[in-house]
């Protein structure tokens, strides 16, 4: 009996539990809530009417944030379920909003009755404290009564209102910008507040680690609609800091030195290293040495106690202070890190909503979000290794969001001026500001800071004198730093490992960690030539100049990001090994373009390789080509980012096989290891067997196969129009392959093997089965299709033409190789000629002398053709 007790006591509620399954179901398949219109609209009705304890409200909430994330029409639903109410429904934007409110007064003004509550409000008001922002300088502090004595927010109420907030981000995320811009005005009206400003306020407060996270969250949801919105945001959170870090800083009272910084360190720091306390008239010898020591030990553990109790009492102050402290400490201890996930990913969509603009975190080139960047940089992505995490799925997803927000500084990077790129510091003003007094932050005679001015005491121009981010990382990049250094080791786990852990429960969060490095890479590739150019002309710049500083002089010895990969072949080998990854195309499609980079910059680049790493890269690279261009797209518009990411690759392979061919080098190249030549010896003496082994070759002889002129010519009549096509193209792709044949046909060092197998392709086949032979005769007897749209239409023509172009040249090659040599005696007949030679003759006649083809004769007039035996022969040699 006791134990079905216990039992009883821990099970799952069966509503909470089947809103569980429900939310869980939707989430995956987004699609069925509108299949279950007929049942869900009523589910939801009663539901939302009956009296709920904290886990069964929490869970109908949590559906209603399911159905909402499932599309824009889910969200109107639930919106619209939400804005008018049913009377007697439990499940109200009332509940939320006067929790809301109501926590952010008893913060700001104490009290444990609302009598008390009202008191203090009064008292405030009367002190000249006000609410909310724009308070002046020596007012009383709003935020003291916060940290005046222990504040605790029951467990019930940070359940729910986390339950609101991710309801309100999940609405505002599905909608769109205009539609959600108007839901916020209505709920602005409707209660008469400012919703932003509020979340904004709470966040500030000792609220728990995961009400804060859903804060960001709801933060990042307001933001991410539009770049001004984002813009607004940001300034709201950099004002908010300001309140809290400026006016009263120091609500516990403590004594810690003037000046504004949350640690009130900055004055204590300036002139004397003793705080002014040091020694008089040069007084010397051991005991004033002694003695200075002493005092300077003394007043060190002053300082560090003053900024101990100030960061305590400030420690949720500030979104760069709490976030470091709490995960520093407070969340190290618990080891989950909510808070500075859901900071970090709000940072994110702040970015990647104003890269475009430079405005908001991204003003300045991101030299107004330097502080976050060094937070997730150094205690964020820098700790990955050492630190201790609950759950692996929440470590791999934090440092993809931090390697995901080192893309976008670097993109921000990219974007800057050259005059201002690898220059110190900025102007501090807002392009995306419409109103000049906001770079005031409403506060005259203060800098605007970024909303992390934890360190101000530290550096007191976190982010006015401070490099770009993206110039930070760049120059760790380019000199093996610590941060490229953790990204190329999250991507030596290799995708080995990674398809082995993909079953597991942290395994999408590896493989999108995975991802993120890689297009990191991918974007500082992008760019590392022209940095490292810059920074040693800056270099030099600055050794000549008058105002040396000391870091510019490292630009000098700085590499550039293939010359630092390949310093360790095996690491450089993983990361091009994800080419052979199978599950998501992303993958491979941002390896073969590290592929492309490498491969065209070092020379020897195969010869560097390890032995057992070529072969999976052959194959790799052969699989995505043949997914390219062999398997049909998806008909599903799902799956239509997957095969542009397929497509993608495949012409990023084709890419890398003919910029290679080409290059003017001794070492074997990229494209003779991806063709099957032998790379550990002689390519000239090379033997090529497509059919025998997998490799980039077998894809392409495949595809000529199974796409000759005249069906690659006829796509558009088979049903396969161009927003159906692949990147690499049904007809494109097929004029790419033959290019390439031609192309090992007429390089000196491939000629003999590629001759030596165009004669025999397929092995042992007789001369009427030969592929050559068969595809010119369908290149002379195809014509170019129809131009009916003059977009696609135009392209396909052009792709058609080229790809009978190079046919009719491959075929000119291979009979000059094989008939017999200019002065010996003559061939009396057809059948006296090589095999190869004589079949591509007997076909070239059969069209010259046929009159109703649509070949040769078919485009001159007939009376002008010469047709003696051997005229198609010397046809072909003038192609």
């Given at each position: 009996?006791?134990?079905?007790?216990?039992?009883?006591?821990?099970?799952?509620?069966?509503?909470?539990?089947?809103?569980?399954?429900?939310?869980?179901?939707?989430?995956?398949?987004?699609?069925?809530?509108?299949?279950?219109?007929?049942?869900?609209?009523?589910?939801?009705?009663?539901?939302?009417?009956?009296?709920?304890?904290?886990?069964?409200?929490?869970?109908?909430?949590?559906?209603?944030?399911?159905?909402?994330?499932?599309?824009?029409?889910?969200?109107?639903?639930?919106?619209?379920?939400?804005?008018?109410?049913?009377?007697?429904?439990?499940?109200?934007?009332?509940?939320?909003?006067?929790?809301?409110?109501?926590?952010?007064?008893?913060?700001?003004?104490?009290?444990?009755?609302?009598?008390?509550?009202?008191?203090?409000?009064?008292?405030?008001?009367?002190?000249?404290?006000?609410?909310?922002?724009?308070?002046?300088?020596?007012?009383?502090?709003?935020?003291?009564?916060?940290?005046?004595?222990?504040?605790?927010?029951?467990?019930?109420?940070?359940?729910?209102?986390?339950?609101?907030?991710?309801?309100?981000?999940?609405?505002?995320?599905?909608?769109?910008?205009a539609e959600a811009s108007s839901w916020t005005q209505w709920l602005e009206g409707r209660y008469g507040f400012a919703l932003l400003d509020n979340l904004v306020v709470l966040l500030g407060f000792p609220v728990p680690a995961k009400l804060k996270s859903s804060i960001l969250d709801a933060i990042a949801a307001f933001g991410g609609g539009s770049p001004t919105a984002a813009a607004d945001a940001w300034r709201r959170l950099e004002q908010s800091a300001l309140d809290r870090g400026v006016v009263g800083s120091n609500p516990?009272?403590?004594?810690?030195?003037?000046?504004?910084?949350?640690?009130?360190?900055?004055?204590?720091?300036?002139?004397?290293?003793?705080?002014?306390?040091?020694?008089?008239?040069?007084?010397?010898?051991?005991?004033?040495?002694?003695?200075?020591?002493?005092?300077?030990?003394?007043?060190?553990?002053?300082?560090?106690?003053?900024?101990?109790?100030?960061?305590?009492?400030?420690?949720?102050?500030?979104?760069?202070?709490?976030?470091?402290?709490?995960?520093?400490?407070?969340?190290?201890?618990?080891?989950?890190?909510?808070?500075?996930?859901?900071?970090?990913?709000?940072?994110?969509?702040?970015?990647?909503?104003?890269?475009?603009?430079?405005?908001?975190?991204?003003?300045?080139?991101?030299?107004?979000?330097?502080?976050?960047?060094?937070?997730?940089?150094?205690?964020?992505?820098?700790?990955?290794?050492?630190?201790?995490?609950?759950?692996?799925?929440?470590?791999?997803?934090?440092?993809?969001?931090?390697?995901?927000?080192?893309?976008?500084?670097?993109?921000?990077?990219?974007?800057?001026?050259?005059?201002?790129?690898?220059?110190?510091?900025?102007?501090?003003?807002?392009?995306?500001?419409?109103?000049?007094?906001?770079?005031?932050?409403?506060?005259?005679?203060?800098?605007?800071?970024?909303?992390?001015?934890?360190?101000?005491?530290?550096?007191?121009?976190?982010?006015?004198?401070?490099?770009?981010?993206?110039?930070?990382?760049?120059?760790?990049?380019?000199?093996?730093?610590?941060?490229?250094?953790?990204?190329?080791?999250?991507?030596?786990?290799?995708?080995?490992?990674?398809?082995?852990?993909?079953?597991?429960?942290?395994?999408?969060?590896?493989?999108?960690?995975?991802?993120?490095?890689?297009?990191?890479?991918?974007?500082?590739?992008?760019?590392?030539?022209?940095?490292?150019?810059?920074?040693?002309?800056?270099?030099?710049?600055?050794?000549?100049?008058?105002?040396?500083?000391?870091?510019?002089?490292?630009?000098?010895?700085?590499?550039?990001?293939?010359?630092?990969?390949?310093?360790?072949?095996?690491?450089?080998?993983?990361?091009?090994?994800?080419?052979?990854?199978?599950?998501?195309?992303?993958?491979?499609?941002?390896?073969?373009?590290?592929?492309?980079?490498?491969?065209?910059?070092?020379?020897?680049?195969?010869?560097?390789?390890?032995?057992?790493?070529?072969?999976?890269?052959?194959?790799?690279?052969?699989?995505?080509?043949?997914?390219?261009?062999?398997?049909?797209?998806?008909?599903?518009?799902?799956?239509?980012?997957?095969?542009?990411?397929?497509?993608?690759?495949?012409?990023?392979?084709?890419?890398?096989?003919?910029?290679?061919?080409?290059?003017?080098?001794?070492?074997?190249?990229?494209?003779?290891?991806?063709?099957?030549?032998?790379?550990?010896?002689?390519?000239?003496?090379?033997?090529?067997?497509?059919?025998?082994?997998?490799?980039?070759?077998?894809?392409?002889?495949?595809?000529?196969?199974?796409?000759?002129?005249?069906?690659?010519?006829?796509?558009?009549?088979?049903?396969l129009g161009a927003n159906q096509e692949r990147g690499a193209g049904h007809c494109e792709a097929p004029e790419t392959a033959a290019r390439l044949v031609f192309e090992l046909a007429a390089n000196e060092r491939t000629r003999g093997p590629a001759i030596e197998l165009l004669q025999s392709w397929p092995p042992g086949a007789p001369a009427p089965a030969q592929r050559l032979p068969l595809l010119l005769s369908d290149a002379l007897a195809t014509s170019p299709p129809a131009e009916i749209e003059p977009g696609s239409a135009?392209?396909?023509?052009?792709?058609?033409?080229?790809?009978?172009?190079?046919?009719?040249?491959?075929?000119?090659?291979?009979?000059?190789?094989?008939?017999?040599?200019?002065?010996?005696?003559?061939?009396?007949?057809?059948?006296?000629?090589?095999?190869?030679?004589?079949?591509?003759?007997?076909?070239?006649?059969?069209?010259?002398?046929?009159?109703?083809?649509?070949?040769?004769?078919?485009?001159?007039?007939?009376?002008?053709?010469?047709?003696?035996?051997?005229?198609?022969?010397?046809?072909?040699?003038?192609?």
């Open positions: 009996s006791s134990s079905r007790e216990e039992e009883d006591a821990v099970r799952e509620a069966p509503l909470t539990a089947l809103c569980g399954l429900l939310s869980e179901v939707y989430g995956q398949a987004p699609d069925l809530p509108a299949v279950a219109s007929d049942v869900l609209p009523g589910f939801l009705d009663a539901v939302v009417e009956w009296e709920h304890s904290v886990e069964s409200l929490v869970g109908v909430v949590g559906l209603m944030a399911a159905v909402a994330s499932t599309g824009v029409d889910g969200a109107r639903q639930i919106w619209r379920r939400m804005q008018h109410p049913s009377a007697g429904v439990s499940v109200t934007w009332d509940s939320f909003i006067s929790a809301l409110v109501g926590y952010n007064r008893r913060f700001q003004f104490g009290g444990d009755t609302p009598q008390e509550l009202e008191e203090n409000e009064r008292r405030a008001r009367e002190a000249g404290g006000g609410v909310g922002y724009g308070h002046s300088v020596g007012a009383v502090n709003p935020y003291a009564a916060a940290f005046s004595r222990e504040r605790e927010m029951p467990e019930a109420d940070v359940q729910g209102l986390s339950a609101y907030l991710g309801l309100l981000s999940a609405l505002l995320e599905a909608a769109p910008a516990a009272g403590v004594d810690v030195g003037g000046g504004f910084s949350p640690y009130g360190l900055q004055n204590s720091l300036s002139g004397s290293p003793y705080g002014g306390n040091g020694l008089v008239n040069g007084a010397g010898g051991y005991g004033a040495a002694a003695a200075a020591r002493q005092q300077h030990s003394y007043h060190q553990q002053q300082l560090r106690d003053a900024a101990r109790a100030a960061t305590l009492s400030n420690q949720l102050c500030v979104p760069g202070s709490d976030a470091n402290y709490e995960f520093m400490r407070g969340e190290a201890r618990s080891r989950t890190y909510p808070h500075a996930h859901s900071y970090v990913k709000t940072v994110n969509a702040l970015l990647a909503a104003t890269v475009a603009t430079g405005s908001g975190p991204s003003a300045g080139a991101g030299r107004a979000s330097v502080t976050a960047f060094r937070f997730v940089r150094d205690s964020v992505f820098g700790n990955l290794a050492r630190r201790q995490h609950r759950s692996a799925t929440e470590r791999w997803e934090l440092a993809r969001s931090a390697v995901e927000h080192f893309r976008l500084q670097l993109e921000l990077f990219n974007r800057a001026p050259d005059e201002t790129r690898y220059t110190r510091g900025w102007n501090g003003v807002d392009p995306g500001t419409s109103d000049p007094g906001l770079n005031d932050v409403f506060h005259p005679g203060i800098e605007p800071r970024s909303p992390l001015f934890a360190d101000r005491a530290v550096t007191d121009s976190a982010s006015l004198d401070a490099y770009a981010p993206g110039r930070d990382l760049m120059v760790d990049f380019l000199s093996d730093g610590v941060t490229f250094r953790g990204v190329l080791a999250v991507l030596s786990v290799g995708h080995e490992f990674l398809t082995a852990e993909r079953t597991q429960a942290h395994g999408e969060a590896l493989e999108g960690c995975v991802l993120a490095c890689l297009e990191c890479v991918v974007t500082a590739l992008a760019m590392d030539k022209r940095c490292a150019d810059a920074m040693r002309e800056f270099a030099v710049d600055q050794s000549n100049g008058p105002a040396f500083e000391p870091d510019a002089s490292l630009g000098a010895f700085h590499s550039t990001i293939d010359q630092v990969i390949m310093r360790d072949a095996s690491q450089c080998a993983a990361v091009l090994g994800y080419v052979s990854y199978r599950f998501n195309p992303a993958l491979p499609l941002a390896a073969v373009r590290i592929l492309s980079e490498l491969s065209g910059r070092v020379e020897r680049l195969v010869d560097l390789l390890p032995r057992a790493s070529r072969r999976g890269l052959v194959e790799g690279c052969a699989s995505v080509l043949e997914l390219a261009v062999l398997s049909p797209p998806s008909d599903d518009p799902d799956d239509a980012a997957a095969d542009e990411q397929i497509s993608s690759a495949g012409a990023s392979v084709l890419d890398v096989l003919l910029d290679c061919l080409g290059a003017d080098s001794a070492s074997p190249s990229m494209t003779h290891l991806l063709l099957g030549f032998d790379v550990g010896g002689e390519v000239a003496n090379s033997r090529l067997d497509p059919f025998g082994e997998f490799n980039c070759l077998t894809v392409l002889l495949e595809l000529m196969e199974s796409t000759p002129p005249s069906v690659a010519a006829g796509k558009q009549s088979l049903g135009g392209s396909r023509r052009a792709a058609s033409a080229h790809y009978r172009s190079w046919i009719m040249r491959t075929a000119a090659l291979v009979l000059d190789a094989t008939a017999p040599p200019f002065g010996s005696f003559p061939a009396a007949s057809v059948d006296d000629l090589p095999p190869i030679a004589g079949e591509l003759t007997r076909n070239i006649l059969s069209l010259g002398l046929d009159g109703d083809g649509e070949g040769v004769t078919s485009n001159a007039n007939a009376s002008d053709v010469e047709r003696p035996r051997m005229a198609a022969l010397e046809l072909l040699a003038t192609l």
